[in-house]
T-cell receptor, first 119, second 115 residues
């Protein structure tokens, strides 16, 4: 089945530094990947849609200069949290349309998530 | 209006019993898909079951079944014979064709299975 690998799973950084999170589709090509942010015991909030070879589409209220997304290949999208601050601490999770249901419908396959803690 | 509504923030079920997690949705698109995902404490999102809007029969996947009531716009997840490992957050999601197949997620239900 489709697998999405996300790295790192946990990262702790100092305030003001930048952190890069990688999302790879291991056994399929993903022209589109999605980045979500999740606060504790809350739902997933779509941050942006990452498009291979073009600019990402950001959701309203998401700072594109703060959350840089690069989708350089059909199997890799990266999210860089620039000049991170404690309020950026969160669980970030990526996904891609890679799996199929038994009836052939597309399924969102998720990475394992990255827990960012900014000190 | 919320696309996906999950009204149960938390649910408890006795081990080996069945439990129903509620989900209602809102769409005017005749073509849509409904999904349930499980998120254990580790954080990964695990796909459980899918129901297409044109599917005549309720979807089933092992101990999971989806009670699809189209007229009521509900897509409840039924977990039979609950196991301790079923304790997790459960998210209902919808994909609409009209919005370019964007996924919408509910707020989730935290299920705790009691031994």
């Amino acid at each position: 089945g489709a697998v999405v690998s996300q790295h790192p799973s946990r990262v702790i950084c100092k305030s003001g530094t930048s952190v890069k999170i990688e999302c790879r589709s291991l056994d399929f090509q993903a022209t589109t990947m999605f980045w979500y942010r999740q606060f504790p015991k809350k739902s997933l909030m779509l941050m942006a849609t990452s498009n291979e070879g073009s600019k990402a589409t950001y959701e309203q209220g998401v700072e594109k200069d703060k959350f840089l997304i690069n989708h350089a290949s059909l199997t890799l999208s990266t999210l860089t949290v620039t000049s991170a601050h404690p309020e950026d601490s969160s669980f970030y999770i990526c996904s891609a349309r890679g799996g199929k249901t038994s009836s052939g419908a597309n399924v969102l396959t998720f990475g394992a998530g990255s827990r960012l803690t900014v000190l | 209006a919320q696309k996906i509504t999950q009204t149960q923030p938390g649910m408890f079920v006795q081990e080996k019993e069945a439990v129903t997690l509620d989900c209602t949705y809102d769409t005017s698109d005749p073509s849509y898909g409904l999904f349930w995902y499980k998120q254990p404490s580790s954080g990964e999102m695990i796909f459980l079951i899918y129901q297409g809007s044109y599917d005549q029969q309720n979807a089933t996947e092992g101990r999971y079944s989806l009670n699809f009531q189209k007229a009521r716009k509900s897509a409840n997840l039924v977990i039979s014979a609950s196991q301790l490992g079923d304790s997790a957050m459960y998210f209902c999601a919808m994909r609409e064709h009209i919005t370019g197949n964007q996924f919408y997620f509910g707020t989730g239900t935290s299920l705790t299975v009691i031994p």
